[in-house]
């Protein structure tokens, strides 16, 4: 510990660069996690996934930029987790943006981490919307077999 407080003594401009990042990252999350987490249907974790579309070009930039802005938001939330923030969060929101094989096992996973399910459902009532759940809803076929 000794040894990286001399290292940023030695070098000042990092500690304004990883304090601004901070900084700007906790009001980032502050900012945009709760709505975020207010626009996911609340059987997010139990409807049947669409299978990707590759039928124009188009499909396929959109599909790598989605998973290279998913997998930014994944580093954030990674950085979070030792500087100010809701790392879990962002981790949980940038795992839900990439595709990727066994995704819903992940989510799911993370999910039932305790405080994570009740920290989106906070965020959801903040707007009014339905809690998420993690019981399938009676008549729905149960997709993570």
Not at 16 to 32: D, K, N, Y
Not at 56 to 84: A, M, S
Not at 95 to 119: C, D, F, H, T, W
Request: net charge positive.
């Amino acid at each position: 510990m000794i040894a990286a407080g001399n290292w940023l003594a030695h070098h000042p401009i990092w500690v304004v660069w990883l304090s601004s990042f901070s900084l700007i990252s906790l009001i980032l999350s502050i900012a945009c996690l709760p709505t975020l987490i207010a626009r996911l249907p609340s059987d997010y974790f139990f409807k049947q996934r669409k299978i990707a579309r590759w039928d124009h070009p188009r499909h396929l930039i959109l599909f790598g930029l989605k998973n290279l802005f998913g997998f930014t938001v994944f580093l954030v939330g990674l950085l979070l987790l030792f500087l100010p923030g809701q790392g879990l969060l962002t981790i949980l929101i940038g795992l839900m943006l990439m595709n990727y094989p066994g995704k819903s096992r992940l989510e799911q996973k993370i999910v039932r981490i305790p405080g994570v399910l009740a920290s989106l459902n906070w965020a959801r009532g903040r707007y009014n919307v339905t809690p998420l759940t993690l019981e399938r809803p009676t008549g729905q076929p149960d997709s993570f077999k």
